[in-house]
């Protein structure tokens, strides 16, 4: 799997190979992406009641963060799945406040002869 992480503003993948196993550090935004045919286990700890989870959409054209989306997780894959939808759907959310482009729901292929930044979709960080 390919582990798209924020690291002091920079964007990054960490590929995790077969067998390998990655401790993500606390409050780093990070979206996994796994391969096809794959399998990968995910644990987490157990949230406390005040903590809140997070979604991240940045820029593709300069690095910005478009829009956040932050909420107490209690069922991840129905809650994550609104706040896509929330975005998704309005265009004010998808505007970069720093360069003006819109930022698309699932972020486009990066182009290798591109200068902008390799973007996460949306990144998820826990506080």
């Given amino acids: 799997m390919i582990l798209k992480v924020v690291d002091d503003g920079t964007f990054r993948d960490i590929v995790i190979a077969e067998g390998d196993m990655f401790l993500l550090p606390p409050n780093t935004p990070h979206n996994p992406v796994r391969l096809a045919d794959t399998v990968?286990?995910?644990?987490?700890?157990?949230?406390?009641?005040?903590?809140?989870?997070r979604l991240r959409w940045y820029c593709q054209n300069c690095g910005a963060v478009v829009h956040e989306a932050a909420f107490h997780c209690t069922d991840l894959g129905t809650q994550i799945k609104e706040a896509v939808n929330a975005f998704r759907d309005d265009l004010a959310k998808r505007k970069c406040p720093t360069c003006g482009e819109t930022a698309e729901v699932v972020p486009r292929p990066q182009d290798s002869s591109s200068s902008g930044p390799s973007n996460p979709l949306a990144s998820g960080t826990q506080q």
Avoid: C, H, N
Avoid at 40 to 53: K, L
């Fill in 40 to 53: 990968g286990i995910v644990i987490e700890q157990p949230r406390p009641a005040a903590s809140e989870d």
